[in-house]
């Protein structure tokens, strides 16, 4: 055997234990998704009582009873109630902190760093602190138990972690881009939309995912500011669906939380590919 030979043995040995490692924390973090699935199918009396993964017999009616959705709202009105909101979320941090960021990244102007300085700050600032004072203002113009609060807040770009994103993509974009565009007769609006939008795409679908995921599982604020089982949405409904049914619906709800995280799964696969092919070309075609 030659020394060549001997040399790689250890390299393959090495290669082999960390692919079993990665093999065994990827069954660790899919536990919780197969356990879900098991337990949606699984009877009432085996939701608690049996630890086995697989349940004795499939109880599809679990679909069903999910499918009539809870409080005499059909599952789809629920659905369309978390794409709503989900949707104008997402619309509403792509437009107003890609504008943010553009004016902190690229335009000059008076007190531009102590203004960005104490947007980055306002990243540490509780969303509980200023949920009080958020829901006296919306109380006050009347419009608690509507959609607007969990939406309009978007609109202004209030999530300062989103406009710290794209200030970073963006201040690694060539300059000489849009000095060309200036000299082409384009002001900083045309520029922003024709130059600096399109090449910051990576950026605006990282934006994008991670506000709809966020939205999309948001419990507390939607609990604090809609009173409406028919403005409810699907994470609010998990919650009427066990305080309706009791210990007897655990079957039912999980198979509504299955449903749930179908959307999640699919938006993230529709826009992943978008996202890898952007970063790995840095945003920058040509």
Same mark, same amino acid.
């Given at each position: ?155 202004? *770009? ?7 994103? /794209? $200030?970073? !993509?963006?201040?690694?974009?060539? =300059?000489? #881009?849009? @000095? ?74 999980? *198979? ?7 959307? /999640? $799964?699919? !938006?993230?696969?529709?826009?992943? =590919?978008? #996202?890898? @092919? ?9």
């Amino acid at each position: 055997m030659t020394s060549t030979a001997v040399a790689h043995k250890p390299v393959r040995r090495h290669r082999i234990a960390l692919h079993l490692g990665c093999l065994a924390a990827l069954l660790v973090m899919l536990y919780p998704l197969a356990w879900l699935l098991a337990t949606s199918l699984k009877p009432a009396d085996e939701v608690i009582a049996s630890l086995d993964l697989l349940p004795g017999r499939l109880e599809w009616s679990n679909y069903k009873t999910a499918m009539d959705g809870v409080n005499d709202v059909s599952i789809w009105r629920l659905l369309s109630n978390s794409l709503l909101i989900a949707g104008g979320a997402v619309l509403g941090n792509v437009i107003s902190c890609s504008l943010a960021a553009y004016a902190f990244a690229r335009l000059r102007f008076r007190f531009r760093g102590p203004l960005f300085a104490f947007m980055i700050a306002t990243i540490m600032l509780p969303h509980h602190a200023v949920l009080i004072p958020q829901y006296i203002i919306f109380n006050q113009l009347g419009l608690v138990n509507t959609y607007w609060p969990l939406i309009l807040p978007k609109f202004l *770009a209030t999530e300062a972690f989103f406009v710290f994103l /794209i $200030v970073q !993509f963006m201040r690694g974009l060539p =300059r000489e #881009l849009e @000095e060309a565009a200036r000299i082409d007769g384009c002001g900083p609006f045309r520029s922003f939309f024709q130059v600096i939008l399109p090449l910051t795409r990576p950026a605006l679908i990282t934006t994008a995912i991670f506000t709809f995921i966020w939205t999309w599982n948001d419990f507390f604020t939607q609990l604090i500011y809609l009173f409406d089982p028919d403005k409810f949405t699907l994470t609010l409904a998990l919650r009427s669906f066990v305080d309706a049914s009791s210990t007897s619906a655990f079957g039912p709800m999980f *198979a509504m939380s299955v449903i749930a995280l179908l959307p /999640i $799964v699919l !938006f993230f696969l529709a826009f992943q =590919r978008f #996202l890898v @092919e952007g970063m790995a070309s840095s945003g920058l075609k040509g």
